[in-house]
Nanobody, 127 residues
Framework: QAQLVESGGGLVQAGESLRLSCAAMSALFSSYAMGWFREAPGNERGFVAAISWHGRTTRYAESVKDRFTISRDNTNNAKHMVYLQMNDLQPEDTAVYYC?????????????????WGRGTQVTVSA
C-alpha cells in the first residue's frame, strides 16, 4: 500500500533553516511529480513546491521562491525520497508540511490518483 511519511520539522528561530524529508513508499510514485504542501491554523492546505518525476523541473510558490529548494532521490524504487530545504525561515512559514504526488498538468494541485496523505511534519518559526 502506498504510504507517505514526512519528517524533519521542528521549532526554529526566524532566519534559520530546516530540511524536510518525505519517504514515498511505493514504486507507484516513481512516475509522479511530487510536491510539498502546507497547512497553517485557520488556512487551507496550500502549494509550496513541486518537482517532476525525473527531477529536472521544479516549481515554487511565490512566497518561498529563492528560499526553499525541492529535490528528490529515486534510487530506491520502493522508497522514493523527496526533500525540501528551507532557508531563511520566517514566522509565516509556520505550518504542518505534507508531501503528495501532484497533477501532471498542474503541479500546484495534488494528484487525484492518490487519496492518501501522510501525517505531516510541524514547522514552527518564532520571531
Amino acid at each position: 500500500q502506498a504510504q507517505l511519511v514526512e519528517s524533519g520539522g521542528g521549532l526554529v528561530q526566524a532566519g534559520e533553516s530546516l530540511r524536510l524529508s518525505c519517504a514515498a513508499m511505493s514504486a507507484l510514485f516513481s512516475s509522479y511529480a511530487m510536491g510539498w504542501f502546507r497547512e497553517a491554523p485557520g488556512n487551507e492546505r496550500g502549494f509550496v513546491a513541486a518537482i517532476s518525476w525525473h527531477g529536472r523541473t521544479t516549481r515554487y510558490a511565490e512566497s518561498v521562491k529563492d528560499r526553499f529548494t525541492i529535490s528528490r532521490d529515486n534510487t530506491n524504487n520502493a522508497k522514493h525520497m523527496v526533500y525540501l530545504q528551507m532557508n531563511d525561515l520566517q514566522p509565516e512559514d509556520t505550518a504542518v508540511y505534507y508531501c503528495h504526488p501532484v497533477r501532471s498538468g498542474n503541479y500546484e494541485e495534488p494528484s487525484g490518483d492518490f487519496d492518501v496523505w501522510g501525517r505531516g511534519t510541524q514547522v514552527t518559526v518564532s520571531a
